[in-house]
């Protein structure tokens, strides 16, 4: 039977400590249905322990990427070639999060394109496709994914925008990442994008430990409750749970091709 995909969740944040360890979390979601995990960096400090983590266990994969409020500079050659030397590791399946991010005061704008770009290219010299943050910043977003039209695939995780521009994102090549956002009281907007896409743009994701869906929210979120995200979307789309598992884990085959 095909289990979930939590397509983004991030193993090592300090917010589990001692807790959850990775393991216990991996362990979890195993016993849950939720059989394969895309854990996400969002600094260059982080990418070597996730990919060591991934490789430890088949079923879990690693995203290489910069998030844009840790945009304090480019990647030099050096990190740079150590990218490429993890990359050749099968469990090495997207580059992300990256992106961009306006929403806090003292961002640095132009840094943030530089640095999202500079991943863009990496992304198309490996192949790999994108996992996208973008908060408050949609209009630049797309100027610059339309420069490289046809060229990159990925998804918008957490996606917080209009239904316009969901729209535009597909059409750009890219999927729809939603997580436990859609089971809060005042996300009514969201929930009629999720009904309004094709199904074929959705993917599952949790953002643990962040951002923990009804009834747990203002709890430390686990990818294991990928299913609470699953069963709303189910609701919403008027399917069953499995059909909304089989869609969206094939959906994610379909982008993240290493983990099929």
Known sequence: MVGLFDTHCHLVDGLYKKEWSPEDLIKESFSQGVNRLMTVSCSYEETSNLVEIATRYPEVYASLGVHPNNAKRIMSSDELNQWYLLTEHSSTAAIGECGLDYHYDGFDKDLQKKVFIQQIEFAISQKLPLIIHCRDAFDDLFKILEHFEGKIAGVIHCFSGTLKQARKAISLGFKLGFGGIITFANAGELREIVTSIPVSSILLE????????????????????????ANKVASLRKLSLQDVTSITTANAFELFTKCR
């Open 206 to 229: 949790t953002d643990s430990p962040y951002l923990s869906p009804v009834p747990y929210r203002g709890t430390v979120n686990r990818p294991s409750k990928v299913k609470i995200v």
